[in-house]
Nanobody, 117 residues
């Protein structure tokens, strides 16, 4: 059973930084788009950023200039560097690996990010 394991969440003060990681086991993911989503209490899950198999990136307007997504195919890992964090960034963050080529879609279990003083 393929698993996505996330790490790096936690509590941080406004203006601080965190780096999230998501690693997959069991296969290679060169043809997958990797992404990060988040869901705050009472809100719908939303895309934060994603990165295609050719390293094309896409960011939501709310995180542009503050967050950076990257991937390491050799490690089957996607990262999200989050800088200048705001209280509005507080949410559960989920990673996602998806491939239209293979018809597959995998989600991580979520990691809590709390931005508070």
């Amino acid at each position: 059973q393929l698993q996505l394991v996330e790490s790096g969440g936690g509590l941080v003060q406004p203006g601080g930084s965190l780096r999230l990681s998501c690693t997959a086991s069991g296969s290679t993911f060169n043809r997958y788009t990797m992404g990060w989503y988040r869901q705050a209490p009472g809100k719908q899950r939303e895309l934060v950023a994603d990165i295609t198999s050719v390293a094309k990136t896409n960011y939501s307007d709310s995180v542009k200039g503050r967050f950076t997504i990257s991937r390491d195919n050799a490690k089957s890992t996607v990262y999200l560097q989050m800088n200048s964090l705001k209280p509005d960034d507080t949410a559960v963050y989920y990673c996602r690996f998806s491939s239209t080529y293979y018809g597959r879609d995998y989600w991580g279990q979520g990691t809590q990010v709390t931005v508070s003083s």
